[in-house]
């Protein structure tokens, strides 16, 4: 049984790895030679995809790395504010901003910033959360973004609303959140905080539960029992009016 659930079909990290495929699509699709930008670029991930086009980066730069050792700013060309960048209006053919919003204060008025500098039928690529705990402090304002939120500022600001696109369902959100607790209950035991002599029987126990059995049952139940209304995201496609 427990091979069985070793080698089941899941991907913990699905959430990433469908925002970054997603991207991959779209600049398989964006002509050469587009004006792009990458608002809040952060470590300039998506770089290499847009060696086709004329690729600048924007970002504040002032994370620093202490929440994230991991975490390095990539090539960024322009330093600025989402709500007010320096650049002239309809310049761009393609605007992506992936996991961005929830960090800026007016996300609203960035929507208006980022609709000014598109050229008309120029495409608004974003990747927002719905659900999301709390992660880059000091500079993490919004939980999470709806449907409802996009079809209003969209219309108000010259966008037109293309697609919006859950990153999976209910049970993917459990699975990813079954992982975050088996490696919060395995870091409790790490530092002794069981007070019983068998802690390695617990830990075998959680790694059996939470990080393989629980996320191995629901993975693929999800398109199966398909529950929007807690996806972890969404892929949003806007075009100027």
């Known amino acids: 049984m427990i091979n069985t659930i070793r080698k089941a079909s899941f991907d913990i990290d699905f959430n990433q790895k469908n925002r970054d495929n997603w991207v991959k699509k779209i600049a398989l699709k ?30 504040f730069l002032q994370y620093s790395n202490t929440f994230d050792n991991s975490f390095n700013y990539g090539e960024i060309n322009c330093i600025s504010d989402i709500t007010s960048s320096p650049f002239r209006s309809e310049i761009f053919d393609v605007v992506l901003c992936t996991e961005v919003l929830e960090h800026v204060s007016e996300p609203i008025q960035a929507i208006k910033e980022l ?80 007070r019983l002599k068998r802690a390695r029987a617990q830990k075998f126990f959680v790694k059996l539960l939470f990080k393989q059995f629980i996320p ?3 993975y693929n139940l999800d398109n199966k029992i398909f529950d929007e209304n807690f996806t972890v995201g969404y892929f949003i496609i806007g075009e100027k009016c």
């Open 216 to 218: 191995s049952y629901l």
């Open 30 to 59: 964006i002509p050469a030679d587009s004006n792009i930008l990458d608002v809040g670029a952060g470590t300039c991930r998506y770089s290499h995809l847009f060696k086709h086009c004329n690729y600048l980066t924007q970002d």
């Open 115 to 194: 609709s000014r500098i598109l050229k008309k039928k120029g495409r608004l690529y974003l990747t927002t959360p719905l659900g999301a705990g709390l992660h880059m402090m000091p500079h993490h304002y919004y939980g999470g973004f709806t449907p409802s939120f996009f079809e209003k500022f969209f219309k108000k600001f010259n966008l037109k609303l293309m697609k919006i696109e859950p990153n999976g369902g209910l049970l993917k959100h459990f699975v990813q959140e079954s992982n975050r607790v088996g490696n919060k209950l395995l870091e409790y035991l790490d530092k002794g905080g069981s």
